[in-house]
């Protein structure tokens, strides 16, 4: 019996000599190896560095000439760059790129079996803004991995070419889509070419897809879309489309979308949607505004009066200078009924003081920030 045991003793012991002697050559193999990469890329990375300093200009022949392995082992370093610069650092360094092939081998992996390859292939065809690699990135749109279909989307909205806002806004109708806001962002960068596609999209039926189109043509500042924008607001059977469709006609800061706005604030509406028109207006900055926004301050919705509070507060001078007049009046009306300092504050004038006090605040960072 002991010496089975010391049999079993000697197995599980040289098991535990072969497993840490191949930890040990895996790890020397790799650190080889990495330390083979880093001495190929230095002469390379030096190059690019120079090639970027020098905004692209001079360099470009150099760099081509760079032999492929020590190439492939500064690529990472390089795409890493092609993402961050613009202009013609941007273009110089594409210019490369195509030079060398790399679009050409990345269209190829946008078909490879691997999930990771494809991914890879079609955040680098976004990076160079491959325009003939719009079809096939369209088609990853429908790809069985969430992870290819979000970065073949952000590389069209790189690329920005408006023939592919359809296929974008038709991957929104299934049941794993794109999120949202990559989504939207990505359709705003194809451009205002765009805005007639959106535009149309407004009538999908799926309330999602009109939701994400109204973000993107607010993006856009698309401000020939208002009126179908304001249609929306008016007649839209979901509430979420109705607040996009708001928030959205404030951000575009035309005249004309006072009107559905204020149409939007009356009492027999959801309280979501007044509260949404009512930060919109804020944000659309018109004094016209203010009148209508003192009135909601005493709303009995908190969320609405809330909202008008700090809407008055971010449309400027004009803004301020009412919520302070609604202070002021309930000071003078607490003083002339002899309450004086005791008098009970009414809710408008609490919303009020907290948006004078938040401007106040931001006043200050602002002052400080300056010096």
Known sequence: MLGLFTVVIAILAAVVAVTAAGIIVVRLTRRVREAKRTRLAASPRKALLAFVADNGEEGGDDLVA????????????????????????????????????????????????????????????????????????????????????????????????????????????????????????????LGPEAEVTLSAALDHPQARVRAVCLDALGLLGATGSVHRIARILREDSHLDVRIAAATNLGKLGTRSALEPLTHALHESRPTALRAAAARALGDLGAPAAVPTLVKLLGDDAFQVAHEAAHALRRIGPAGLEALRDVIASERAAAQAAGMGAHAQRSAAAGHAEEALALAEVLSDERVGAAR
């Open 66 to 189: 760079i032999p492929d392995d020590a190439w492939r082992a500064a690529e990472p370093h390089a795409l890493a760059l092609l993402g961050k610069l613009r202009g013609e650092a941007h273009l110089g360094l594409v210019s490369v790129f195509l030079r060398r092939g790399t679009a050409r081998a990345a269209l190829a992996q946008l078909r490879s079996r691997s999930p990771v390859k494809r991914a890879r292939a079609a955040q680098v065809l976004g990076d160079l803004e491959v325009r003939r690699a719009v079809p096939d990135l369209c088609r990853l749109l429908t790809d069985r991995h969430g992870e290819v279909r979000v970065v073949a989307v952000r590389a069209l909205g790189r690329i920005g070419d408006p023939a592919a806002a359809w296929r974008i806004i038709a991957s929104l109708d299934r049941s794993d889509p794109l999120p949202s806001l990559l989504a939207s962002h990505s359709l705003a960068q």
